[in-house]
């Protein structure tokens, strides 16, 4: 479609408007992508177009005040109305679904909008807002100046990160909706064999959606929320077929597909030192331990790094590492009582490993192993005890480890799986796109109903 030259609608121009919206959610009830979805229903009930699918937008996930997920949407339409108008519209629905629905005020949440009708040409303020902390005062000045129309609270932050937002790689994740008189079961009723026959069928378009070690799917929430599952993969027609492909006794009551950053590593702070943020470090191992519980500690440059339990394989692989070793590390940098900052590990990249130690000399008189007296003292047998003047030698160890990358068990939601080909554009035009949504808003698997 071209915007500018749309002759079908006469003299009324429309024009391109970009709606951002941010914690919607609450413990309890409702989700930021939820709401959006309902308002893409609403919204096409006011004949707006899409012009592109909506945006799942992670933001920095080391923030300690927000929630586990941290996701903001970003939405593109093409609409006849006057932006005032639409922002009048849209506000009205998200306080309609913060009171009734999620319940925002009772839990402290701070819904927010931003709706703008130019782009932004650059992306600072998305790559400071998933990489870094933006003040909310920060936020209301650059969305002045940018001309954008904002309402709410802090929720303002997280939109004008989304419409600020503009991929360079990208994927999709295809959510499933539970109708409202459901979203009190913790329990979803997914069958798991329909999702691993679904992720060996379209792996490596399909990702992330479960762990095989511990046999339990990745794409379903434990909570009172809308979700019923989230697929993740990098080909929206793929996607779609998860909808008839995977077995659920579950209601879906709507779906949606996003255009997402999750898995594109976009959270990454090469070389940063600041609390909150997610640095990369490289350099060669000085020290490393195991501690109780089964942590490992490992120290490179001046920057302590933990290797925790509960990452499964990095730590398994961590445990193999040693002195000389040359590392990449990925991680959050956080504060520690113990070690006032450390880095936790989510990605360990294994460079160059070190098979050589220096080990004393062997015994001259009977082969033994010996002990050293001391810089410049000579070595004693420990066998037989004789004394003799030499010097340490050059040997080489075996290694169990392998170069390459070792990746934490449980992915962030911005991590770069090792495997995966990220997605640089769409192929999709705007029609098609606007069939799925309509197809996607109004899905319900009714044979479920029966
Ligand atoms: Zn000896």
């Known amino acids: 479609m071209n915007i500018n030259n749309d002759?079908?609608?006469?003299?009324?121009?429309?024009?391109?408007?970009?709606?951002?919206?941010?914690?919607?959610d609450s413990p309890v009830a409702g989700c930021t992508t939820h709401f959006s979805t309902l308002l893409i229903k609403e919204l096409i009930k006011e004949k707006?177009?899409?012009?592109?699918?909506?945006?799942?937008?992670?933001?920095?996930?080391?923030?300690?005040?927000?929630?586990?997920?941290n996701a903001s949407i970003k939405i593109i339409i093409y609409s006849e109305r006057d932006i005032d108008e639409l922002a009048d519209i849209i506000w009205n629905k998200s306080i309609e679904y913060t009171e009734k629905i999620s319940k925002s005020a009772k839990y402290n949440r701070k819904p927010g909008l931003a709706i703008s009708n130019k782009d932004i040409s650059d992306?600072?303020?998305?790559?400071?807002?998933?990489?870094?902390?933006?003040?909310?005062?920060?936020?209301?000045?650059?969305?002045?100046?940018?001309?954008m129309i904002i309402k709410g609270d802090r929720g303002i932050i997280g939109s004008i990160a989304a419409i600020s937002y503009k991929p360079k790689e990208f994927t999709y994740e295809l959510i499933t909706?539970?109708?409202?008189?459901?979203?009190?079961?913790?329990?979803?009723?997914?069958?798991?064999?329909s999702v691993i026959e679904f992720e060996n069928k379209y792996f490596p378009y399909v990702f992330e959606n479960i762990d095989y070690?511990?046999?339990?799917?990745?794409?379903?929430?434990?909570?009172?929320?809308?979700?019923?599952?989230?697929?993740?993969?990098?080909?929206?027609?793929?996607?779609?077929?998860?909808?008839?492909?995977?077995?659920?006794?579950?209601?879906?009551?709507?779906?949606?597909?996003?255009?997402?950053?999750?898995?594109?590593?976009?959270?990454?702070?090469?070389?940063?030192?600041?609390?909150?943020q997610t640095t990369e470090i490289e350099g060669e191992i000085s020290k490393i331990d195991n501690i109780r519980g089964g942590d490992v500690i490992i120290n490179v440059n001046s920057s302590t790094i933990i290797v925790y339990k509960e990452t499964g394989e990095l730590n398994i692989a961590s445990k193999l590492l040693k002195v000389g070793d040359?590392?990449?590390?990925?991680?959050?940098?956080?504060?520690?009582?113990?070690?006032?900052?450390?880095?936790?590990?989510?990605?360990?990249?294994?460079?160059?490993?070190n098979n050589k130690i220096f080990k004393n000399p062997e015994c001259p008189k009977c082969n033994g192993s010996t002990e050293s007296l001391g810089k410049g003292k000579g070595f004693r047998c420990k066998k037989c005890g004789y004394r003799f003047i030499g010097e340490k030698?050059?040997?080489?160890?075996?290694?169990?480890?392998?170069?390459?990358?070792?990746?934490?068990?449980?992915?962030?939601?911005?991590?770069?799986?090792?495997?995966?080909?990220?997605?640089?554009?769409?192929?999709?035009?705007?029609?098609?796109i606007n069939n799925i949504i309509k197809y996607l808003v109004n899905f319900k698997n009714m044979y479920t109903y029966s």
């Open 123 to 147: 992306r600072w303020f998305y790559e400071k807002a998933v990489k870094d902390v933006i003040p909310l005062n920060l936020a209301i000045e650059y969305a002045k100046k940018q001309g």
């Open 213 to 276: 070690i511990k046999k339990y799917l990745l794409i379903s929430p434990h909570g009172t929320d809308p979700i019923l599952y989230g697929i993740r993969g990098i080909d929206a027609n793929i996607l779609l077929k998860g909808l008839n492909e995977i077995i659920t006794n579950d209601k879906i009551d709507m779906a949606m597909i996003f255009k997402t950053n999750q898995a594109t590593d976009d959270h990454i702070n090469s070389f940063s030192n600041y609390f909150y």
């Open 326 to 353: 040359t590392i990449r590390v990925v991680g959050a940098v956080k504060p520690s009582v113990k070690y006032g900052k450390i880095i936790e590990a989510e990605k360990i990249e294994v460079i160059k490993l």
């Open 7 to 24: 002759n079908s609608r006469g003299k009324e121009s429309g024009q391109k408007i970009i709606i951002g919206i941010d914690d919607h």
């Open 393 to 432: 030698k050059l040997k080489e160890i075996p290694r169990e480890l392998t170069l390459g990358i070792y990746q934490s068990r449980y992915y962030r939601h911005l991590s770069k799986p090792i495997y995966l080909n990220l997605i640089k554009e769409n192929n999709l035009n705007i029609d098609i």
């Open 48 to 69: 707006i177009k899409l012009l592109d699918f909506p945006y799942l937008v992670r933001l920095n996930p080391n923030i300690p005040w927000k929630t586990r997920g």
């Open 177 to 193: 909706y539970r109708p409202e008189n459901e979203w009190n079961k913790n329990k979803r009723e997914i069958d798991i064999n």
